[in-house]
């Protein structure tokens, strides 16, 4: 009613109507108390273009132009007061500015076509400026579509926008004009073959000259929908949509797309999957006796990537049939399809590569180390792991202890959030002990002791009862059990006292308590009767019952086992729909029954075969092809080879050529495993996800730990491949020069952990380090590190100079000469226009040369951006054959692929790495490396300051960019979550009550882990998450003179909040609380820094590099030196065969804020010192060690937008004296001792 109110409206101002009553209308639909913010949401589509409506022309009207800064009203301003839980609340909830960053977003996206609507309305302007202004502005508001594509609030406004529009018709606006604007907004459904607004194409049916144009675009439309690759049903549907809309316009049209659907109702749909599960059946019956494998292989192929595309979203798909087929006709070709269709968007890599990682493993072409290494470019794939290393149990591979600590590692570090009790029961059976697997063992063992919380009511007090006892109590009669008849009155009647006892028990389990008084005598009868019975009834339960009765008395009488062979075979052929149950999940299996007759091979196919003609009016055509696919197991291997070439064949015929997934030529495809491996490694280094990568680093690196040679031999051979048509897509770039960066990034971790094996990449990582020919610094450097690594571990390159060659990479040979101007070094010219551009590449204005660009040129001395951007532009254009319009969205290659993730997974603001690259971006970040790399031959670098400082060089951003603690990756640093019990679940009770109270016990409990009592934590941060829990712990310690310590202790936890001080760090010494003896000094030392690309690595854990280590003053006195074997230990030089003084550990990843989250889950990380040994140092160095612990509690809220009701929480700060002499005391006084036992 409101939209017809304020059409009728919008009618009496176009005809110039003075009416008070409109006024009135306009003011109360635009009030302010209706645009606030906070109240209004992106998905109230209808509400929102009513506002935009009743706003845009109220103003206009007022003599004000409409603008869409001022349409919400914002937020009411909150206290600044820090004590005020209002602004604890609001600093606390950055969603509400997401919120409305993303609302005043998508309706700036719309409002200026509301706004010249609104001067349509009014008039005054010609037909000309009206019409390029409706024309311009409706053409914008879908230039920035790409960025809410994922959401259907941007679509649905955007289409309320354009029924406005055509809403002006009534207003004397040209209908032509009016579809013109409304098709720009609208304009998708037509090419993409998505079903239009019905309301949109409705209104613009309404005008009789509309219809030709209008006509042509439903039609275009329905051809579009023709040609796409979906199922039958879904096509089908979308057609009788479009033939309904066009029926008003063009009743014969109508007709024919109709027919059309008609007749597209007979194309491929849900029927492909059980075709493709029989097809499985028949290769595996035919396994090596096709007369022509390769092109069986490749009509498989054929099948299953179409169906896949025509099946997206469907439940049930059957993967691992489909794996298990094309792996036993060519596993190396598998491998590199499923790779490629990933880049395809044929079918996601975590779909297909389990499947087929373990129907290699069981068909034995695909070893267990080889399995294990690319399970890993899946997020998590615990299954395949464990049947890799169950087979190499099973064989007494010598690899199975190797295989099995990597598991328990993958299992506690990288996919921690996923518990495998199977892989515990492995290790535990094999008696393997090696670090990793007794870690898991006693994670295992920790877990079991924690107390199980109490569910539900309704699930703790309900026990179902046994099955036997839900029968109802009146006897069975001899005849009750003989006579078909009397069997059926007899069920009948039990049933229906059931029912009034409101109990339900089943035919079956009715019948199971009937052969319990059957005598000996009467077996046979009993079955007769049962088989009439079934024969009557032909119901899945009498069907089951005769089968349970012949399997019960079978074995033990003959007279039974004659009946079988006598009368149970017609019994089948009548309920072969009971018996062969096509859904995979039920316990009864045909071949149960297939056992009881003892038929041969030949009688059971002829079997089966009357059977389906007998039950073919209740069979669909999935459980016949199952069934057909039971009769292939029955076939001689030679009958089932012919059937499946012949079966292959006619499915592939019935796809048109277009339609057909094409595929590579056979001699692109790898010809064995190790080839397949690393062409599989290395297409995803190269995948525009930067996941994917570190993904397949990972699995990389497994292969190096396994002992893989040959696949690795075969990736260091890869660094010049350009182009993979097995692996990737022959229609989209292939990412060669990242693909080039992560090769050199796994070879530079192999060499320093596995430099054995490296030495083999050795010749080639020299040739990419010394290749001036191609100046990527990043690439050139990591490849440094890496040889040099190699020549420290041995190996001797056989270029001579290979040594002092290698101390010139990425050095400058030039003088250094003075920072130039910051205003010329930008390239900006006085009087030059933003939008003026000098190269032929479109750079991102945004980010890119801002950010990127406009940073790495301050490593030189004379270079401004538009040098910088030509030399960049050479590289992209002329050495890559780059396409100037790559920036533009609909010029991106990967469209289609990018549009399953999210626009902020793409975008790199502010100079961030995006999580996945667009063509352009990759481009852009790689030329800026070569670019680089070019200048530094002829550009010289700035003077050095006097400080030494290697701040914003070359060197210090291609650090930046690398992993933090080089050699390591983030995940070295990961340890599985310390056994204490704080970690893996809360204390039960009220959650209220848990948020208000922390005693001292549990302050202490942080200090002093239960699962290292030799050791103190000095530093942690840790974050635990349970629903509506949440709890954060901090741990900071600095030193204090003994003779002020107490006094200071009492001082500090008397101040009202802990954001009062701050413990300091070495490096911050003038943070001290106060000067004189009342000091704290800080003692250890703080590290900040970003991952570079490791950010991305999902496995990474929780931080990217070690944040607090031992400072100088205890490294310095001790001598501490990093422990070559575990990079996490810090050992004193003078106490050889001590334990380590230091030891530092994080676990667990990042906690996100899901609330709907129901797992427990914890990360942090801790350093932790030697008690002995830190008593020693306290001592030595006369101080005290003063440690604060701080936790904070809060209940989270059921909503992830609770405006109204504050979140619960509350803050505990503690402070701990610890002496030399082993004192521990707190402000309110002594607590006992810290030393304990610890040597």
């Known amino acids: 009613m409101l939209r017809t109110a304020l059409t009728a409206a919008e009618i009496l101002i176009a005809r110039k109507v003075r009416s008070s009553v409109v006024d009135y209308l306009l003011e109360e639909l635009s009030a302010p108390e209706l645009r606030r913010i906070e109240q209004r949401s992106g998905y109230e589509s209808n509400k929102l273009d009513i506002l935009l409506r009743s706003f845009t022309l109220q103003r206009m009207r007022s003599g004000y132009e409409p603008s869409s800064e001022d349409f919400f009203v914002p937020r009411p301003v909150e206290p600044v007061d820090p004590e ?24 700036g ?110 039609v275009r439309a329905a051809d579009n929908v023709f040609k796409r690759r979906v199922g039958a049903s879904e096509k089908c549907a979308d057609m009788v949509r479009l033939a309904k809309l066009l029926r008003p316009i063009s009743p014969d049209d109508a007709s024919a797309v109709f027919n059309n659907a008609v007749q597209v109702a007979a194309h491929i749909d849900r029927e492909a999957m059980s075709q493709i599960e029989l097809l499985e059946k028949l290769v595996t019956h035919g396994a090596g006796q096709f007369s022509d494998r390769a092109q069986l292989s490749r009509n498989a192929t054929t099948v299953v990537a179409d169906a896949s595309l025509r099946l997206e979203g469907y439940d049930g798909f ?215 019975l079934t024969a009557d009834s032909n119901s899945y339960d009498t069907s089951w019952a005769l089968v349970d009765a012949a399997q019960e008395w079978r074995a033990t009488s003959p007279a039974v086992a004659q009946w079988c062979k006598s009368s149970l075979p017609e019994c089948i052929k009548l309920s072969l729909v009971h018996y062969a149950n096509p859904y995979g999940y039920n316990e009864d299996h045909f071949d149960t029954v297939l056992a009881l007759v003892e038929l041969q091979p030949a009688e059971i196919t002829d079997l089966m075969i009357a059977g389906i003609g007998a039950n073919v009016s209740r069979l669909s055509a999935e459980r016949i092809h199952r069934l057909v696919g039971l009769i292939a197991s029955y076939l001689g291997a030679r009958d089932a080879a012919h059937l499946a070439q012949w079966y292959a064949s006619r499915l592939v015929s019935r796809l048109s050529d277009a339609d057909r997934v094409a595929l590579p030529p056979d001699d692109d495809y790898p010809t064995n495993v190790d080839a397949a491996v690393a062409g599989a490694v290395f297409a995803c280094f190269g995948d525009p996800d930067h996941r994917v990568r570190w993904r397949a680093a990972h699995a990389a690196r497994r292969l190096a730990t396994t002992g893989c040679v040959a696949a690795l031999r075969n990736l260091a051979f890869m660094h010049e491949v350009r182009q993979m048509p097995a692996f990737r897509s022959a229609e989209l770039p292939f990412y060669w020069l990242a693909a080039r960066l992560w090769l050199v990034l796994i070879w530079e971790r192999i060499a320093h952990e596995r430099p054995e094996v490296a030495f083999q990449a050795g010749e080639n990582l020299l040739s990419i380090a010394l290749n001036d020919e191609f100046p990527h610094m990043l690439v050139r450097a990591v490849a440094l590190d890496a040889c040099q690594a190699l020549i420290a571990a041995g190996w001797r390159p056989l270029q001579a100079d290979a040594r002092a060659a290698l101390e010139r990479v990425n050095k400058s040979c030039i003088p250094y ?171 039960p009770g009220d959650t209220r009550g848990w948020v208000e109270s922390v005693d001292e016990g549990e302050h202490r409990r942080e200090v002093f882990p239960e699962d290292r009592p030799d050791y103190a934590v000095v530093y942690a941060r840790a974050t635990r998450c349970l629903e509506k829990q949440e709890e954060s712990i901090k741990v900071s310690s600095a030193l204090a003179d003994r003779r002020t310590a107490p006094a200071l202790v009492r001082a500090l936890q008397t101040m009202e909040s802990a954001w009062d001080y701050r413990l300091p760090h070495e490096e911050d010494e003038g943070a001290e609380e106060s000067s004189g003896p009342f000091r704290l000094t800080g003692w250890l030392h703080s590290v900040e820094a970003d991952g570079g690309l490791s950010d991305k690595d999902e496995f990474k854990g929780s931080v990217a590099c070690i944040p607090m280590r031992p400072g100088r003053l205890v490294t310095e006195r001790y001598a501490l030196a990093r422990d070559s074997e575990d990079l996490m230990k810090w050992t004193r030089s003078d106490a050889v065969g001590h334990a380590p003084m230091f030891i530092f550990e994080s676990w667990g990843a990042e906690v996100p804020d899901d609330r709907y989250s129901t797992g427990f889950s914890s990360e942090g990380h801790r350093l932790l010192a030697h008690r002995r040994q830190l008593s020693e140092f306290l001592n030595d160095a006369r101080f005290d060690l003063v440690i604060e612990v701080e936790v904070e509690r809060r209940e989270k809220s059921e909503q992830e937008y609770s405006f109204e009701k504050e979140e619960p929480r509350a803050q505990f700060d503690r402070l701990y004296r610890l002496t030399g002499d082993g004192e521990l005391s707190i402000a309110e006084g002594h607590l006992g001792t810290w030393l304990g036992d610890s040597r």
């Open 84 to 107: 005020s839980p209002a602004y604890a609340r609001r600093a606390t909830r950055q969603h509400e500015q997401e919120h409305d960053t993303e609302l005043e977003e998508l309706v």
């Open 109 to 218: 996206s719309v409002f200026a076509v509301y706004r010249a609507r609104a001067r349509a309305i009014i008039g005054g302007a010609s037909m000309e400026a009206l019409a390029e202004e409706l024309t311009s502005t409706a053409s914008k508001a879908s230039e920035s579509e790409y960025r809410r594509r994922h959401s259907n609030q941007g679509r649905d406004l955007k289409v309320e926008a354009a029924i406005s529009l055509m809403d002006l018709v009534a207003v004397g606006l040209s209908p032509s004009l009016a579809k013109q604007c409304s098709d720009a907004l609208h304009w998708s459904w037509v090419d993409s073959g998505s079903s239009p607004s019905e309301a949109l194409v409705t209104r613009q049916s309404v005008c009789a000259e509309l219809h030709p144009a209008l006509a042509t675009d439903i």
């Open 318 to 532: 059957p993967w691992p049939a489909a794996m298990s087929a094309l792996a036993r006709l060519d596993g190396p070709r598998a491998l590199a399809d499923v790779v490629r269709w990933d880049d395809e968007n044929v079918a996601e890599l975590r779909n297909t590569l389990p499947d087929l990682l373990q129907a290699g493993l069981a068909q034995g072409w695909l070893s267990p180390a080889h399995a294990s290494s690319l399970a890993l470019m899946t997020r998590s794939d615990g299954d395949t792991v464990n049947e890799a290393l169950a087979l190499a149990i099973a064989t007494d591979s010598k690899d199975a202890a190797m295989l099995a600590e990597a598991a328990a590692q993958d299992a506690l570090i990288r996919h921690r959030h996923d518990r495998n009790s199977k892989l515990s029961q492995l290790v535990q059976r094999a008696k393997l002990t090696g670090p990793w697997c007794s870690a898991l063992l006693a994670q295992e063992a920790f877990v079991e002791r924690i107390p199980k919380p109490q569910g539900s009511a309704y699930r703790t007090e309900y026990v179902p009862a046994d099955r036997q006892d839900n029968v109802a109590d009146s006897p069975w009669t001899l005849r009750d059990v003989t006579d078909a008849d009397m069997l059926r009155r007899a069920l009948d009647v039990r049933q229906n006292e059931l029912r009034i006892q409101r109990r339900y028990v089943s035919v079956r389990d009715l019948l199971q308590q009937v052969r319990h008084v059957v005598p000996l005598r009467d077996r046979i009868k009993h079955l007769d009767a049962l088989r009439l």
């Open 817 to 987: 000469a003075k920072q130039a101007g910051q205003s010329r070094r930008r390239g900006l010219v006085h009087g030059r226009g933003s939008t003026e551009r000098t190269t032929r590449f479109h750079f991102d204005e945004m980010d890119t040369k801002p950010y990127w660009y406009s940073n790495i040129i301050n490593s030189f001395a004379n270079v401004d951006l538009d040098r910088f951007c030509a030399e960049a532009d050479h590289w992209i254009v002329d050495m890559w054959g780059g396409n100037e319009d790559s920036y533009r969205w609909d010029h991106e290659p990967r469209r289609k692929s990018l549009d399953r993730y999210n626009y902020n997974l793409t975008n790199h603001s502010h100079g961030s790495l995006p999580t996945v690259e667009r063509f352009s971006t990759y481009l852009e970040w790689h030329a800026m490396w070569c670019a680089a790399g070019e200048l530094l031959k002829t550009e010289p670098l700035p003077k050095p300051d006097r400080s030494g400082s290697s701040w914003g060089s070359l060197d210090e951003r291609i650090r930046n960019i690398r992993p933090a603690e080089p050699p390591l990756w983030p995940i070295d640093l990961a340890c599985p979550t310390p056994l204490v019990a704080q970690n893996w679940c809360f204390s």
